[in-house]
């Protein structure tokens, strides 16, 4: 076990990292980081597109709420960052079955994970697993993309529907036409087909929800933050003025508003 760290005491090293491995219902191993500080209560942080456990944001929040004396679990889902499978541009449903095999270890495990959180397109998984699961009464939305149907053509081209058709996938290409990743017909479907309104409405009003957006996220619009609010039952939003979709320059607000919603439930 760690050692449990005071939270009041600046010169506490941080709280000691385990490596865990879970194995998700596909059978691949995902692989995640364990922080706990004596107490059985954890949040699981969920990362975004095409980025990993190990995001600058994920491990802002991670020691944000360590230092309040909140075990966290920071992981990577399948096909990024270390966790086995093949990279996916939608796989909405199957990050979610992802977070619910993590959830379900970590019960197995004897700790109670009081709250999950994603940002990005981690959390359109965070409410999607709400509305699947309902297991987890706390859930805290980054961000998150409640139109899914934007933002595709931005990423792929104005011809994307035309050359998913006739060629079946789409390679995703940087500005020197790189190729980033390939987009499948299945995966775009996927994608298209999953309705964030749907998923919103039906969250148990038992559900704690706290949705939080930059003003000035240009990835992502803020009016996608409203629409969670407006549809989901027992919602909270906290709009942050002048902030970026990854919150580059307000990253302190960013964690103090997190962790001020997990403590004072």
Do not use: W
């Amino acid at each position: 076990m760690a050692q449990q760290l005071s939270s009041q005491d600046p010169s506490n090293p941080p709280a000691l990292e385990q490596k865990e491995v879970i194995t998700n219902k596909h059978g691949e191993k995902l692989v995640g980081l364990l922080q706990h500080l004596g107490s059985n209560k954890i949040v699981v942080l969920c990362h975004g597109f095409r980025a990993s456990k190990n995001d600058s944001i994920i491990v802002d929040l991670a020691n944000a709420l360590t230092k309040q004396g909140i075990g966290i679990f920071r992981f990577d889902f399948s096909g990024n960052g270390e966790s086995e499978g093949e990279f996916q541009y939608g796989n909405y449903r199957k990050e979610a079955d992802d977070l619910h095999s993590v959830v379900s270890y970590l019960n197995q495990e004897k700790y109670d994970v009081k709250a999950i959180v994603g940002h990005s397109k981690g959390g359109d998984v965070v409410v999607l697993y709400a509305s699947i699961y309902d297991d987890v009464n706390m859930v805290v939305n980054l961000s998150g993309r409640f139109h899914l149907k934007t933002g595709v053509e931005e990423r792929l081209g104005k011809e994307f529907m035309d050359i998913i058709e006739k060629e079946g996938y789409i390679d995703a290409k940087n500005k020197s036409g790189k190729v980033l990743y390939r987009v499948t017909k299945e995966s775009l479907m996927e994608r298209l087909n999953t309705d964030m309104r749907a998923a919103s409405l039906s969250i148990s009003k038992e559900c704690r929800f706290f949705t939080v957006h930059g003003s000035a996220d240009d990835i992502i619009p803020v009016e996608d933050a409203y629409e969670f609010a407006k549809h989901i039952a027992n919602h909270k939003l906290h709009v942050i003025e002048g902030a970026d979709h990854c919150y580059t320059a307000h990253r302190k607000e960013l964690s103090d508003a997190v962790v001020d919603f997990i403590t004072s439930n």
